[in-house]
């Protein structure tokens, strides 16, 4: 979810409406807070719409996904299958559980398998592969970020991870503009620092830790553990994209959301830390129904 964070050098211009991550920074903000204020109302009137918010994502991270690996390398990917199966699995999340991510799982795989073989063999192994990555990246990881909304207290957990997700791209982004200097993973993402990093850390276990004791109402220093690790997980999956397009060798997975790119620049850290958040969540609080 978070942009890449600029290293600062001596030749940055002044003016202008492009942040130092190359984007529309008041267009990308404006943008940001209208797509949080629609999953705010959602989880605040009907808290199981965030379930439908959750499939709609995901279809269309799958769509962008596949357009942009078609693309670019030719890969021929079982569409239909992983978007039907993907649609299954977090749907099937709600009433089922983990039980039903994986039933849907096995049942979409056999379907990829099937799907690629009218193609013929040419090509076999990297399409099939391709498709196995974005049914896991993707829709299996978000059907976990679902199953927060299924407790009682489901809002509350699905503004918990937001939260964190939120924070740790902010303290990032802020940490890394003003005193970035050292390149964190100058292969992947060369924008990146460690300073950025850092801010990512303080700010994520800083909202973690309020609202775990405020909106969860348990123990704030639970938070001390809930955030630095998803603010890991969500640094992963910002580097896994970023990893992902410059094997392709593109800026970005599409051009859904004005001044953000892709929905998938949106979604990368969101993805990788959704399963881990369901998981600790679990183990930290009582999963009441």
Known sequence: ???????????????????RAGRNLPLAIGVGLAMGAVILVSLLTVR???????????AIGIWEVFGALNRAAG????????????????????????????????????????????????????????????????PMCMAFGAMLVVPSDGTARVLTFLVIVICSDTGGYAAGVLFGKHPMAPKVSPKKSW???????????????????????????????????LVVTAVIGDLVESLVKRDLGI?????????????????????????VAWLLLFVFLPYAT
């Not at 199981?48 to 995901?58: D, K, N, Y």
């Not at 039903?100 to 040419?122: K, N, Q, S």
């Not at 303080?202 to 553990?225: E, I, M, Q, R």
Request: proline letters at 4%; one cysteine or more; aromatic letters at 8%.
């Open 1 to 19: 979810m978070a942009e890449d964070v600029a290293v600062p050098t001596g030749d940055a211009r002044a003016g202008g409406s492009s942040s």
């Open 48 to 58: 199981q719409t965030w379930i439908a918010i959750v499939a709609v994502c995901a």
């Open 75 to 138: 890969i021929r990917l079982s569409r239909v299958p992983v978007l039907l199966g993907g649609q299954a699995m977090i749907w099937l999340s709600w009433p089922f559980g983990s039980e039903g991510i994986l039933g849907a799982l096995v049942v979409t795989v056999l379907g990829c398998f099937i799907w690629r073989m009218r193609l013929g063999a040419a090509g076999f192994v990297r399409d099939v592969g391709a498709s196995m990555l974005v049914l896991v990246w993707i």
């Open 195 to 229: 300073e950025g990093l850092a801010g990512s850390m303080v700010l994520g276990a800083t909202g973690a830790s309020l609202c775990v004791a405020f909106l969860l109402d348990s123990a704030w220093w639970y938070g001390l553990v809930l955030g630095p690790v």
């Open 251 to 275: 800026k970005d997975m599409g051009q859904t959301i004005p001044g953000h790119g892709g929905l998938m620049e949106r979604l990368d850290s969101l993805v990788t830390s959704a399963p």
